[in-house]
Nanobody
């Protein structure tokens, strides 16, 4: 059974930083691309970032490009999202999600974690 468990969320002031983690189990982590997706209060899901299975190819939404960095440690079966220069509009529940293939280009998201809340406020 695929399990994705996010952690690291919390309350941070504008301009601050947080690092989210996603511990994965139940599948061969280094064979699959992974993603972060968020949902702001009262809004739909917004894809944030993706990483291929090896971590060598990454991609970002325009809204976070230059501020967020996705990375993974395949030895630890863990995905990360380093978030810098946070803005109030980054407030959302952040979900870790697994792609159906090792490359995110043509793949679908097929498993999701329970999410971790990030609140950016002074």
């Amino acid at each position: 059974e695929v399990q994705l468990v996010e952690s690291g969320g919390g309350l941070v002031q504008p301009g601050g930083s947080l690092r989210l983690s996603c511990a994965a189990s139940g599948f061969t982590f280094d064979s699959y691309a992974m993603s972060w997706v968020r949902q702001a209060p009262g809004k739909g899901l917004e894809w944030v970032s993706g990483s291929d299975s090896g971590g060598s190819s990454t991609t970002y939404a325009d809204s976070v490009k230059g501020r967020f960095t996705i990375s993974r440690d395949n030895a630890k079966n863990t995905l990360y999202l380093q978030m810098n220069s946070l803005k109030p509009e980054d407030t959302a529940v952040y979900y870790c999600a697994k792609y159906s293939e090792g490359d995110y280009e043509e793949a679908d998201l097929d498993s999701w974690g329970q999410g971790t809340q990030v609140t950016v406020s002074s």
